[in-house]
């Protein structure tokens, strides 16, 4: 079966971003850079792409140019055990960036990744309708997920 690599788009950045991806996530590392040569389309000796690993999975950044910036349409789920997981990434990548509504947080790049809790999934479709419903009015409430206040907010009833 053949692997599926994301390639995430950058104007100039993809060295950084890269970076700080690695620093956020527990065993990361960049892999390799490649650089433009005298064929261009920039100059020759500036970075094109830079492959690196994000806790085993594989990722490149590509200097692409500034035609294509990122939007929600694409984002990166982050499924965490418990509420310091939670918090963890969701201060990481907000720095810089942005807080969104649901679990969603926008990075200094402009990527969006969702920081939600292992479980959150099933909660949403507890085949119970109504503890559903509550959970639901609750994350609807939320920018960083609460664990505690969305459990309790199903288990209300």
Do not use: H
């Amino acid at each position: 079966m053949p692997q599926i690599t994301p390639n995430l788009w950058f104007d100039t950045q993809s060295v950084e971003a890269a970076e700080f991806y690695c620093s956020v996530f527990p065993n990361s590392r960049i892999r390799n850079i490649s650089y433009y040569t005298e064929a261009g389309p920039r100059p020759a000796g500036t970075v094109l792409t830079v492959d690196f690993v994000l806790d085993g999975k594989e990722f490149t950044a590509i200097n692409g140019g500034p035609q294509f910036t990122f939007d929600e349409a694409v984002s990166f789920l982050i499924t965490c055990g418990d509420q310091e997981e939670i918090d963890y990434y969701w201060t990481k990548l907000s720095e810089g960036g942005e807080e969104g509504p649901c679990g969603w947080v926008k990075d200094r790049f402009g990527l969006s990744w969702q920081v939600v809790p292992t479980g959150m999934a099933e909660l949403m479709s507890d085949p119970d309708q109504s503890r559903a419903t509550r959970a639901m009015q609750a994350m609807l409430g939320m920018k960083k997920i609460d664990m505690a206040a969305l459990q309790a907010a199903a288990d209300q009833g």
